[in-house]
């Protein structure tokens, strides 16, 4: 039977009911006992009667065939090609399509029955263009299906059914019915079941006849709506866990809004570099600057002025060995206020601090720093882009550091993620030298793919901010979400990101570990 809205009777009286009618014959089909009965009531009796072992039951399902308004009409009125046919026929001497309209009534029956007589070979079309019967007789193999359909909700020939549910002529639906038993404990009263023992039945004693509702213990109880966590944040954890393993510091990332000093100028990217273009960069409308670098803590001792006084030099007369980029460098420009692009400008001010420490021999210590934080791009949004993103960055500070270093080291950090047999490809990046983008093979897509930008540091950078000449960095970044959407294979950035993310699958995403296939 269909599970319609409507009901007749609760499942109570219904429960009632199937025991009076099993108590005559067994076993029962629903379909013919309680044809009124919607499936919802017939399957709470069903269940509170075979909870107490009254009854016992088998699910049957089957498919029915349905007519839609267009074979509705068929089976009255005939085919459309049989429409056509006949008003041909009844003109003798034929009709233009204009008048097999109006004779018919309806240009959608004309315009499917004539293509339709035509193959059946039924009707002709004259030199003048008129349309004539050419058949003494015909058999309306459309209209005999149909009605067969319509009152059998089936057909015995399944290319038949098939066909007409592709010509949109039917629409099938699975129907539900049961075949019922007497079961061990079959009465024609329900017996009333008491679901606790209490003080009062076990004092009066009545607990000894009672009969006590079984447990049961295959129920799979109320669904917990609890918080979980987004698969970013999962692989997010796994990578932080990989930078402390390592002995990496998490810097501080809580600057969404940086200024072009720190986000672009201090990282020896010139002014007229297409990364500072408004198309490539979020800049901010109020306020439209930023205050002159300073110190952020009572403790910061730092010549924010030198500084600003080396970056501006670097850039446009030279310095430190560089010829800069030799361009009138503004300060304004360097003024503005972004979105932040990257991280790196958290690296910058980070080094910057590094640079103003001592060890036991008066140089700076090394240090390694990471960060996992959203940036922001003036990007097109498509299904590998959004216009923010969460970048991975590592930094390492050392003496002697190289670039075979560098390589190794990158082997090991992707190793721990699973990632192996690296490829590196020279690369070309304002702050960096050498510079290099990093390759993998994904098995899963067959080739390799780009995972990471690495290189050291340059010397217009690092010694500007007052680091030893000597002192070495490298630095790494990659995007939070390319390894998350390839751990969950998702091929569209959207889906995990943004107002059109499934919350089922945030809920039921799996954990997450890296190095694991």
Known sequence: MAPPTNTTASSEDLATDILAALDKSQPLLSSDAFPSATFVDLKAALDRLASREMVKYDTIERQEALLEPEAEQIAANGSHEARVFEALRQAVEGLSVKELEETIGDKNVVKIGQGKAFKEKWISKTKDGKFTAVADKINDTTQEQIKIVQQTKTHPDAKILADLKKRKLIRTQNIFSFKIHKGPKFALKIPEEATDLTADMIASGTWKTATFKPYNFKALGATQNGGALHPLNKVRQELRNIFFEMGFEEMPTDKFVESGFWNF?????????????????????????????????????????????????????????????????????????????????????????????????????????????????????????????????????????????????????????????????????????????????????????????????????????????????????????????????????????????????????????????
């Open 265 to 517: 100028d201090a990282l020896f990217v010139p002014q007229q570099h297409p990364a500072r273009d408004l198309q490539d960069t979020f800049y901010i409308s109020d306020p439209k600057a930023a205050d002159f670098p300073r110190a952020d803590s009572p403790d910061d001792t730092k010549d924010y002025q030198a500084y600003w006084d080396n970056v501006k030099a670097v850039h446009q007369d030279g310095k430190y060995g560089s010829i800069g980029y030799r361009y009138p460098w503004s300060g304004d420009e360097s003024l503005r206020l972004v979105l932040r692009t990257h991280t790196t400008a958290i690296s910058a001010n980070m080094l910057h601090k590094l640079a103003a420490t001592k060890g036991p021999d008066g140089r700076p210590l090394p240090a390694r720093y990471f960060s996992i934080d959203r940036v922001f791009r003036n990007e097109t949004v498509d299904a590998t882009h959004l216009a923010e993103f969460h970048q991975v960055e590592g930094v390492i500070a050392d003496y002697g550091l190289t670039l075979g270093g560098l390589m190794e080291f990158m082997e090991i950090f992707f190793g721990k993620m699973g990632l192996h047999d690296l490829q590196f490809k020279p690369a070309y990046n304002p702050y960096t030298e050498p510079s290099m983008e990093i390759f993998a093979y994904h098995k899963g897509l067959g080739k390799l793919v780009e995972i990471g930008n690495s290189g050291m540091f340059r010397a217009e950078m690092l010694e500007s901010m007052g680091l030893p000449k000597d002192m070495r960095v490298f630095g790494w970044g990659l995007s939070l979400e390319r390894p998350t959407m390839i751990k969950y294979g998702i091929s569209n950035i959207r889906e995990l990101l943004g107002h059109k993310v499934d919350l089922e699958f945030v809920q039921g995403s799996p954990a997450v570990l890296l190095g694991e296939e």
